[in-house]
């Protein structure tokens, strides 16, 4: 008769195993991934350099992040690039040409070119959360290394949406650290692949302070992307994300 507590005990663990194996969920990796990467707000001083075969060019840039929606990235130095901006406000992106003194709206199909002769986009470097909300998303992957968890998660273009890749695959760590990022055009091949080359700690958290992207089958050009300062979770004027203030920085 004793046994069959025992018994009855061992069968509420094997009950409850899969509920506690049970993976997480993809779509909270990635808004996890996103939250680490730009927070409530933010403002990061950056360094990008572009690499190719017989040059090299490096630019400093500051930039600030609202919510999900809003973005300004200005670039600082060298002196001949001072002053050209990008604004994203939604789904709207404006750039501003300080030679021409000029603010242009981009249409939708540009905003995956090349930034500023990078191998980033404009989408890229203003953060946008297309994978977010246009791309339905499944854990494909789970893996170890250096003491975290790292996931991989597959994301599909959900049905008509207005989008440029076929597919992305994405690598998060347990602590929402993004570590790598590969881009599919519609026929399934692979074009390009962001990587992060270094994490430490950064405004108070784990953060990917380099990264670097590098076309496909082009191991001889790549763009490098060094996060030098940040501050997340801080008050910023309502100015910042504005036409006027892309055009007249009051920053």
Do not use: C
Not at 44 to 58: K, L
Request: glycine share 4%; proline share 6%.
């Amino acid at each position: 008769m004793r046994l069959k507590p025992i018994v009855m005990q061992l069968g509420f663990v094997l009950l409850a195993a899969p509920a506690l194996a049970a993976p997480p969920d993809a779509d909270a990796l990635l808004r996890a991934a996103f939250d680490n990467w730009r927070a409530n707000s933010s403002m990061t001083e950056i360094t990008m350099t572009v690499y190719r075969p017989d040059w090299r060019r490096s630019m400093k840039m500051k930039a600030w992040t609202r919510g999900d929606d809003d973005a300004l990235v200005r670039f600082v130095a060298p002196a001949k690039d001072a002053g050209n901006a990008t604004l994203k406000k939604g789904d709207e992106t404006w750039i501003f040409n300080p030679k021409l003194n000029q603010v242009i709206k981009l249409p939708a199909s540009m905003l995956a070119q090349s930034w500023m002769g990078s191998d980033f986009s404009y989408n890229d470097l203003s953060k946008a959360d297309d994978i977010l909300t246009k791309y339905t998303h499944r854990l494909i992957n789970t893996e170890q290394s250096d003491g975290h968890a790292v996931y991989a998660i597959e994301a599909l273009p959900k049905p008509d949406a207005p989008v440029v890749w076929g597919k992305l695959l994405v690598k998060v760590r347990d602590d929402g650290v993004m570590l790598s990022e590969s881009y599919f055009d519609q026929d399934m091949k692979l074009v390009r692949e962001m990587t992060t080359e270094k994490v430490s700690e950064l405004g108070g958290r784990q953060y990917p302070v380099v990264m670097t992207m590098r076309p496909a089958g082009e191991s001889d050009k790549w763009t490098t992307i060094e996060t030098v300062s940040a501050q997340f979770d801080i008050a910023l004027p309502a100015y910042v994300f504005t036409l006027s203030n892309l055009q007249n920085p009051r920053d």
